[in-house]
């Protein structure tokens, strides 16, 4: 099993809808947990946090964690043709430091 | 805040020679940076963990004789790749933390192509 998973996609939406992002991960004492958006040929862009259960807000984008499921999502509202990016989810392991573990992304198409 | 920056941005070379990469945190002093590769299609791999003033922890499978990392100061660290060779030709990043939190910050990466 990897330490965090994530469909690869591609995930397709229309316009203006809601894109649900999801990530599992193996490590039930992991604390942290992040979510970054990568453009092609570019460079991961933090998006958000979150190290509490329940939802987290931050513009158009809401990132859920459930500690007993192991699982942590992310919402984004009223999608746009400029969301569509490769969405890393990462999370720090027991015992990891700092170090950061990614899942392979999922890639997320905004359809017109 | 938390702006970090990489130089080059893209750099070819020719097999045998040796590159270095420079990363800066522009607005905050960063205690630890973080040296990833990605190659096309794949996710980011940690290579190395840089600590300020210490020597790098290298990941499994990273050779430290051939990846070079220095840290020497709370603002710079530098990955040398030595001796480069075609398979070495990837995207290169690095991160940064800014003290007191666990939220990393990266650079725009480096592209290495070798020849």
């Known amino acids: 099993q990897k330490e965090v998973e994530q469909n690869s996609g591609p995930l397709s939406v229309p316009e203006g809808a809601i894109a649900s992002l999801n990530c599992t991960y193996s490590?039930?004492?992991?604390?942290?947990f992040f979510w970054y958006r990568q453009y092609s040929g570019k460079s991961p862009e933090l998006i958000m946090s979150i190290y509490s259960n329940g939802d987290k807000e931050d513009g158009r984008f809401t990132a859920q964690l459930n500690k007993a499921s192991q699982y942590v999502s992310l919402l984004i509202r009223d999608s746009q043709p400029s969301d569509s990016a490769t969405y890393l989810c990462a999370v720090i392991l027991t015992g990891g430091g700092n170090k950061l573990t990614f899942g392979t992304g999922t890639q997320l198409k905004v359809e017109l | 805040g938390a702006v970090v920056s990489q130089h080059p941005s893209r750099v070819i070379c020719k097999s045998g020679t040796s590159v270095k990469i420079e990363c800066r945190s522009l607005d905050f002093q960063a205690t630890t940076m973080f040296w990833y590769r990605q190659f096309p299609k794949q996710s980011l791999m940690l290579m190395a963990t840089s600590n300020e003033g210490s020597k790098a922890t290298y990941e499994q499978g990273v050779e430290k004789d051939k990846f070079l990392i220095n840290h020497a100061s709370l603002t710079l660290s530098t990955l040398t790749v030595t001796s480069a060779h075609p398979e070495d030709s990837s995207f290169y990043i690095c991160s940064a933390g800014r003290g007191g939190g666990d939220e990393q910050f990266f650079g725009p990466g480096t592209r290495l192509t070798v020849l």
């Open positions: 490590d039930r004492g992991s604390q942290s």
